[in-house]
């Protein structure tokens, strides 16, 4: 299945599974037929939605979310590079890269090399982003991150870096299950601690990218800074390596970074928190039948606490992990050092942290609340100007959502983040969505047949059903950006109540934004907070 198509299929699933059961085989009947088997297959089956989801597949670029093993590779075993590399074979493949074991012919030293997967031998935004992650990671010099040496090109670039023999830490806890090693803990931790000393943002820290070496003793080691990049400068401007699309690893993306913020080292916190709730618990913070469902939750949840899966851990893991894990940035340990030092149960460490936490929790609600001020003074001064009221203030409202237009052919996307307004609006308070079910019999009722509930079809319906507004959506897909457009009309024109819109780069944050617009339309229907 192509990345667009499981977009497509993830998000539909997302909106139904999160449905009322009893309605949700008349919404699984408004997706695009050539969709809904598979809608269907993940809705009977939630292991399935698992097993066909993100959890576990980096989502750097389009293309890039599933390694075909039969794929014509980019070295053969016995190639020789540069008349000093040989080649000795495939360590493994995914995202952008391949990665070989070779020995340098003079010196008999046995290393890996890393370059670009065949697919994108020609892609000039991979190879250009390939060529900057030496320059990142030969900066960090460390004995828990991997080595790099120098960047070389035979009719392809690559790269030489140091060969770690061990297994990485995901297949570890697959085959012994969980384990709060407070070493291994500590030296990821020493390890994120160097990358960010660096001035860079790791963006891809996970399980599968720590490595456990023996030589002679255990340690862990961070790998793979493909998409590494320079850490933000506060104040000025900043040059990413990376071109604004999503990078890193769906389960372990920050709840910022879902909704489309700029990475930063307190974003590898969150994630180095996914990796030590992982060690302990053999899970993810946040489980559901599919990804997208899991970034919902993300974002509108505190992160629940590991002693629910593993009640016997130190109370000093779970004052770590719930550190890191902390939905605002601001709260979250300042460094990955911190982090240590709280797993190690330092109780001036835990102190300070609180203090970090109270400080940035005031500054912020400050902040609010001389926003609040500004706010209020400007709406008393425009206080005569009646139209800015909103227009159902103090009152419920029964809304009809009508059919949204999307760019894509078969409109799926559009079914799709309509179903997700359906819910969203549906919980809110002082609003009553029409549901599918009256629609259908209303229709029959006025002989409609299978019309698409737009324009007048909708018109003849609003004044049907009593709503007191018609929601309409569009979205728009132009350059690689994504626009959900809402907005409220009168039910018996066209007359324009309300109207919001947001925008995301990646087509996995679509969730986060349609139900960012729908906050924003809802408060300016009702004039209550989103």
Known sequence: MSPERWALVSTAFSAIAEADPASREQLLAQVDPELRPEVARLLADSDAADAAGLMDQPILLSGSLISDLDAPRMFHTGQLLRARFEILGLLGSGGMGEVYEATE????????????????????????????????????????????????????????????????LEQHLVDSGPDATLEIALDICGGLDAVHRAGLVHRDLKTANVMLVSDPARRAVLTDFGIAREAPVAGGTQTSTGTGEFAGTLAYLAPELLEGRRATSASDIYALGVVLFRMVTGRYPFEASADLVSASMRIRRPA???????????RCWETAIAACLERDPGRRPPGALTVARLLADSGTVRLSLRRHQLAHTLTRRGALATAATVAGALAG????????????????????????????????????????????????????????????????????????????????????????????????????????????????????????????GDQASLIAVAERACGDLYARLTGAPA
């Open 105 to 168: 012919r003079h010196t008999g030293v046995r290393l890996a090399i890393k370059t670009v997967r065949y697919a994108y031998r020609h892609d000039e935004e991979v190879l250009r982003r390939f060529r900057t992650e030496p320059e990142r990671a030969a900066l960090v010099v460390h004995p828990n991150v991997c080595r790099v040496y120098e960047a070389l090109e035979d009719k392809t670039p690559f790269f030489t870096m140091e060969l770690l023999d061990g297994v990485p």
């Open 304 to 314: 629940p606490s590991p002693r629910l899966y593993a009640p016997d851990i130190p």
């Open 381 to 504: 001064a425009a206080g005569w100007r009646w139209w800015i009221r909103p227009p159902f203030e103090g009152r419920k409202v029964r809304i009809l959502v009508e059919d949204f237009e999307s760019f894509d052919p078969g409109g799926a996307f559009g079914r799709a983040i309509r179903n997700i307004v359906r819910l969203r609006l549906g919980g809110a308070p002082n609003v009553s969505v029409i549901g599918p079910d009256e629609v259908l019999k209303a229709g029959e009722e006025l002989n409609l047949g299978t019309q698409s509930v737009r324009r007048a079809t909708a018109k003849a319906l609003a004044l049907r059903l009593n709503a007191g507004a018609r929601v309409r959506g569009t979205v728009r897909k132009v350059s690689g950006t994504y626009t959900i457009e809402l907005r409220a009309v009168a039910p018996e024109s066209d007359r324009e109540l309300v109207r919001t819109e947001a925008t995301t």
